[in-house]
């Protein structure tokens, strides 16, 4: 990149992915740009090669592509329900309980189920997706990136900057550049009027006109390390020495048109640093040497194209049998191609006392072909582990059930490695970009209100409505001590009233909850956060079923035995089993508040006694 200025470096990477070559190895040859295209031909039920032969017959697409994406799409999805914040330790257990509270409120706001859902469809598809994390309008705005939009280095995806090719209408150029706006202001406002009066139609990556709308502009967005000395040559800015050998994120946004001359006229609308790289690169199973992974498209390719192969040539031959073929000894029709005439439609005629007689043209090869067809049937099941017991089909009579679910089960534990993966990306996700931006936002001692799930509920309540009920308690009483005592004896801790009293004024909020930080604020409350706590995701498709039994093995124990966990051994396989379950946390659990023993009467207790009742509450 000595040298060169980013226009240049942008238009080479362009050339460079789309049409060059990497070499994985001494067999192995990737066009990651082609291998997209074909990707996405497949999905569309498209031929690579045209919808039709040399003789202007039509080629049958016999897709068995959607299928395999449905069921990986479906096998690993998550929801944003299944992602909690988990305590690391005891301390802990408060700020997970708040962390989750905010996420989750985060998601909802912000239709993270939406991201969820379409970055799962398109993992399934291309094995890869690439999301992207920016903060629009003070809201934190969640992404996946198309691959037909994406300029990338195909075997490393951090090697080059990250380059984004997208078009905007003069209007929203205009608004983008609109000066004073909060998050474009920068916007060189003479090159965006100069662009706008020689806007043009869309292309794509290849240069092919996508339609006929004359009214969009081209642009580059570029994001990656680059040298000072590129950020201030762009910026317009002189250039040291010293900026040559220092690195900085940063982002540009550019563009360029040809000019009279033939020659580019280079646009630098928008340049800037910032924080960290707003892409990040997910996978369902990376592969070495390859940024984009392997999806359930790419791993059948050859099975797509043998299918429709076979069916092109089942056709040809039911087209054929159906047709009535003469043949004749008539010596003007030597030399003549009998199926293009057919094809065409052509009228045969022949010199009078030569024969006419009928050709057999019966399919001779049908039982072959639909052999050959269902071999790579059975082949694109077994390399993209959807069998027919994952499909849903019912199996081959006399199938005993047991070999089914076996089959099933084997199926599903690869796709158990791809959940997790997932699991390890949103993960990522939460600590780089999602839990960020909410602590960066709770810069405050304000309430927040939030509405939480029955569960949530419960497990807050718990914990605050002891605590309250003493806090209010103590607080009474030292105003009784402050004003001498009128009553005589302070009146007696009664935990079960205390709270109860408590409750019923929470009850009336319904499921709503207002949460604070105390006397710190927020930010501080859940400073590295991120760090201290584990991110729990679980899967959909996890047994539900199983995980009930094992709860309820757990609860019956517990009911049955209560001191079961005084013993070491046993409160460590237990904390295993819930741990396994990933539903519970062994650190919730230990820090849920102990039954209150229910407290007499204070009729029935001596004076002496609820002195000391008294000393012990107030400290």
């Not at 076979?310 to 009998?338: C, E, H, I, P, Y």
Request: charge should be negative; hydrophobic fraction near 40%.
């Amino acid at each position: 990149m000595d040298g060169e200025s980013l226009h240049e470096i942008v238009k080479r990477a362009e050339t460079n992915y789309v049409h060059g070559t990497s070499r994985l190895g001494e067999h192995v040859d990737f066009e990651m740009h082609a291998t997209v295209e074909k990707i996405f031909a497949y999905l569309n039920s498209r031929h690579t090669t045209g919808s039709q032969d040399s003789l202007g017959r039509d080629k049958p697409f016999f897709n068995i592509v959607t299928a395999a994406v449905n069921i990986w799409y479906r096998a690993t999805d998550l929801d944003r329900k299944d992602m909690i914040i988990l305590p690391d330790k005891n301390g802990n257990v408060i700020p997970a309980f708040f962390a989750t509270v905010l996420l989750q409120d985060w998601m909802k706001r912000n239709k993270f189920n939406v991201f969820l859902n379409h970055w799962g469809r398109t993992l399934a598809q291309y094995g890869s997706a690439v999301v992207k994390f920016v903060e629009q309008d003070g809201e934190l705005k969640c992404s996946v990136v198309p691959w037909s939009r994406l300029i990338v280095d195909p075997v490393n995806f951090d090697a080059l900057p990250r380059i984004e090719k997208f078009y905007k209408t003069p209007a929203q150029l205009m608004n983008m550049a609109t000066k004073g706006h909060p998050d474009y202001a920068g916007y060189d406002m003479e090159k965006v009027k100069s662009l706008i009066e020689n806007r043009g139609t869309r292309k794509n990556l290849n240069q092919e006109q996508v339609d006929n709308q004359a009214e969009f502009i081209e642009l580059y967005e570029v994001h990656g390390l680059l040298s000072m000395a590129t950020y201030n040559e762009a910026k317009g800015l002189k250039v040291s020495d010293a900026d040559k050998t220092s690195f900085r994120q940063q982002m540009h946004v550019i563009t360029w048109q040809e000019g009279k001359d033939g020659k580019d006229i280079d646009y630098t609308l928008f340049s800037g640093k910032e924080k960290q790289d707003p892409y990040m690169i997910t996978h369902l199973i990376e592969e070495e040497g390859r940024t984009l992974a392997i999806g359930a498209v790419e791993y059948l390719f050859d099975a797509q194209w043998m299918t429709n192969h076979t069916m092109k040539a089942w056709k040809d031959q039911m087209d054929l049998a159906s047709k009535l073929v003469f043949q004749t000894a008539d010596t003007n029709f030597v030399g003549r191609n009998v199926l293009t005439n057919i094809e065409n439609g052509d009228i045969l005629i022949h010199s009078s006392g030569n024969p006419l007689t009928l050709m057999p043209n019966t399919g001779h090869d049908i039982t072959n072909l639909k052999a050959f067809a269902d071999q790579w049937r059975v082949m694109a099941q077994e390399i993209t582990s959807t069998p027919d017991a994952v499909r849903g089909n019912t199996l081959p009579s006399g199938t005993p059930y047991s070999l089914g679910a076996y089959l099933g089960t084997q199926s599903l534990s690869l796709f158990e490695i791809m959940t997790e993966n997932k699991g390890n990306s949103v993960e990522e996700m939460l600590r780089r970009f999602i839990i960020p931006n909410i602590k960066s936002k709770l810069n405050t001692k304000e309430e927040i209100i939030a509405i939480m799930e029955d569960r949530d509920i419960k497990r807050l309540d718990a914990m605050y409505i002891p605590r309250e009920a003493a806090r209010r308690y103590n607080s009474k009483v030292k105003k009784e001590f402050l004003n001498g005592l009128p009553n005589g004896v302070p009146s007696p801790y009664m935990p079960q009233v205390a709270e109860s009293e408590v409750a019923g004024e929470l009850s009336s909020m319904g499921n709503m909850r207002p949460l604070g930080p105390g006397d710190v604020t927020w930010a501080e409350a859940l400073k590295d956060l991120e760090w201290k706590l584990d991110v729990g995701i679980t899967n959909e498709q996890a047994d539900k079923q199983a995980v009930f039994q094992t709860l309820t093995s757990v609860l019956q124990t517990l009911a049955t035995n209560p001191g079961v966990l005084q013993d070491p051994n046993m409160k460590l396989l237990f904390g295993k089993i819930l741990t396994m379950t990933n539903t519970v946390s062994p650190v919730e659990l230990s820090a849920m508040p102990a039954p209150v023993a229910t407290q007499p009467q204070p009729n029935q207790l001596p004076l002496e006694q609820l002195a000391a009742n008294n000393k012990n509450v107030n400290g």
